[in-house]
Nanobody, 118 residues
Framework: QVRLAESGGGLVQTGGSLRLSCSAS????????LGWYRQPPGKQREMVAL???????AYADSVKGRFTVSSDNANKIIYLQMTGLKPEDTAVYYC????????????WGQGTQVTVSS
């Protein structure tokens, strides 16, 4: 089992910045990818950013150039630096972990609310 604990959400104005953090604990050697998903109000959960092996990032088109995902591999912490925030970024952000070969090894955090006011 892997446990994920997010922090860093909050309320910010349009154009502002926030940094989310997620700490992974437990059987962390069973996973090789960490990332972030989000679920806007009334919409489905969507991928925001992933980082595989701690070094290969991938981003949703909607956040490219504004969000940066990074990881502290030694401490199994993943960060999401969000800049240029827009009202459409308002969502519950979930930390995500899995293994790219073994899909049953998929874990989710509890989520943290990000609200961007216009």
């Amino acid at each position: 089992q892997v446990r994920l604990a997010e922090s860093g959400g909050g309320l910010v104005q349009t154009g502002g910045s926030l940094r989310l953090s997620c700490s992974a604990s437990g059987d962390v050697y069973s996973i090789n990818r960490l990332g972030w998903y989000r679920q806007p109000p009334g919409k489905q959960r969507e991928m925001v950013a992933l980082i595989t092996g701690g070094i290969v990032p991938a981003y949703a088109d909607s956040v490219k150039g504004r969000f940066t995902v990074s990881s502290d591999n030694a401490n199994k912490i993943i960060y999401l630096q969000m800049t240029g925030l827009k009202p459409e970024d308002t969502a519950v952000y979930y930390c995500y972990a899995n293994h790219t070969i073994y899909p049953d090894r998929t874990y989710w955090g509890q989520g943290t609310q990000v609200t961007v006011s216009s």
